[in-house]
DNA sequence: AGCAGTGACTACCATGATGATAGGCACGGC
DNA sequence: GCCGTGCCTATCATCATGGTAGTCACTGCT
């Protein structure tokens, strides 16, 4: 599938696009997160040929999302499980699941995130780790960090550059 | 590019991943939360041909992610922001992140989020919004919404009944 | 022994998306 | 009148997608 390989960009945004930039990938992921493991219960869930779920399994396989686990010996069977990195990918599923519900009110949303355990809904938000402040409320920029190339910094130099004269421009409007 | 239709699909998930499903829109949409807002920022900034360039930005402007904007009127000349609803689809961006990053060790982190007034760092977590608890700590379940059809009862029925089914196999085993 | 059924695929193929290169077009400045 | 800039569009080979049909290794029923 892929033309442009973005699997060692420095940007983990773009490795991330990379390995979940679509959509078949991450409509498996989301089935396996609901406990869907075995090649028929994702055929029947999907509206996905088998040749494509096929392939789709095998990429998610390959770039350690998914592991691929023998059920039974006589005759092969396999399953497919989330491994700790494919369970992580939760993040964006979820955050998936908030933008579309965020567009919705309450009573329109077909599906909602619950607590297993209690029952209570559950309503996801991003915040700071740190102070707890929501992230809609913050002034959020994207900066280097501590292993950034060369070429990453000159990228936030341009951008930095472009916002200060596009301040400046307004500034003189 | 679309072969199969998720615009139109119940789960939220599937309907973002129908929109953001693919990987030159996430890198798109990316730079515009950095600011970038022409064709030829765009284009210097990602290495996409010009043709893909045009036609992602207009898929962009048609789910209503961008809005193109005239910014010069002789010669005509356009910039690509985002609507409200684009800038929502930050969560998504920033979940990429932070699954990205949550993988690397602090200082193998080549992008990281900062409070643009005050120059802090960001640590983004999903949290519920009523209690707080990191998501990490629930064992999260999808159910079905007020807004749910039949169809979709009947998933999470399916879905139910394999939980239980498998609860008992490793009861009995 | 014969036969339908299940689970998990693979082969094949038409069609459509992708990405590279090259070109167009409207203007402004020299 | 010509060059450069900004923003695209045209064309086209190649690759990915999605649909249909078939395979293969069993199991269990008759």
């Known amino acids: 599938m892929r033309r442009v390989d973005l699997s060692d960009a420095e940007c983990p945004i ?11 990938s991450l409509l498996i992921l989301r089935d396996a997160l609901d406990g869907i493991r075995r090649f028929d219960e994702f055929a029947a869930d999907l509206p996905i040929s088998p040749a494509m779920l096929t392939r789709r399994l095998r990429t998610l396989v390959d770039s350690g999302l998914l592991e691929r686990r023998r059920y039974s010996e ?6 497919y499980v989330l491994t700790p990195r494919g369970r992580a990918a939760q993040v964006v599923v979820v955050a998936l699941l908030a933008w579309g519900n965020d567009q919705l009110p309450p009573q329109e949303r ?39 190339s060369e070429a990453m910094l000159d990228r936030f130099t341009t ?11 307004r500034g003189a409007a």
Do not use: C, S, Y
């Not at 773009?14 to 078949?24: F, K, N, V």
């Not at 707890?132 to 900066?143: E, N």
């Not at 951008?159 to 421009?169: E, P, S």
């Open 74 to 79: 006589h005759p092969q069977r396999f399953e």
């Open 159 to 169: 951008l930095n550059a472009r916002r200060a004269r596009r301040r400046r421009d």
């Open 110 to 148: 077909a599906v909602v995130l619950a607590d297993r355990d209690t029952g209570r809904e559950v309503e996801p938000v991003l915040v700071d780790a740190v102070t707890g402040t929501p992230l809609k409320d913050i002034r959020l920029a994207a900066v280097p960090g501590p292993a950034a």
């Open 14 to 24: 773009a490795r991330g696009a990379g390995e979940l930039g679509d959509w078949w």
